[in-house]
């Protein structure tokens, strides 16, 4: 969110240095490339990109939420965040200062809030995806609390993806493994916002979101999906069919830029047993705002949740 200037020059690769291909980090070791050989692959971003997300505002847009769970409908609150920061390929965290290897990300912080019967759910997912466009989100992380308690995920990519999982359950308790580098559902909702032409189409193997696979209990892989990318005038939609687990996810979005989400829906089988049903969550969206968050921290900030209708 800092230094417009860099992060300009980085989108136009116009200058000769070295970067960090944060795919091939392995034990805080970093294999280096020229700009040169990077702008073959990057994609650079346009005037329009850059005023809009380099203007130290995050974008906040908040959504009705009808989530499935248990075979019933419940109601809540979602929130996307969605800003662009300095990533350090090297740690795989935010960076705290300026350096020349740091990458810029166009980060998704993507939250949900609804109530099953007496108790709450919160779910949330960080995505931390390359500006360039051209890599595997760098780093996505996944968190679930409700009564029962609560599981994270992390996923490293390196030379493989690396994954870390924690939970409750038994059943799925605590986990190390690496697994093949696939499409990840998470990341192309921070790609559609950076080039929609460029999302995947046609039959594909990814790696559904991390909230579906907790709340379905299946495994972290890559399943079949057919991709579709359509638009009707304004308005445009990306589609992922994934025909063994029975769910079709549909992202709505504007068609112009900065091709804003304006809602979604995922009909899929929720429940167990006879209490299985064919249902769809949908969200639809509230209120769009540009604001510097993080410095909005104040008492007399929280008319800010009012405007959002949080």
Known sequence: MKSISRHLILAGLTIIGTIIACSNIKNDTATTLTITTVSKLAQPTSEAFNKYWY???AEITSYELEQARYGEI????????YVTEDFNPTKQVKADQQRPNNIPILKLNSTKKFYTGIYPYSTMTSTFYPVANNKHAIKVTASMQEWCGHIFTQLNTREQFEVQSYSYFESESDQEFTTEKAILEDELWTKLRIDPTQLPTGAQQIIPAFEVLRMKHIPLKAYEAIATLTANGTISTYTLNYPKLNRKLAINFNTSFPYDILGWTERTTSGY??????????ATRIKQLKSPYWSKNGVKDSILRKELRL
């Open 74 to 81: 419940h109601k809540g609150k979602s929130v996307l965040i």
């Open 273 to 282: 047993g006879s209490n299985a049903k064919l249902l769809t969550t949908k």
């Open 55 to 57: 203007a130290g505002t």
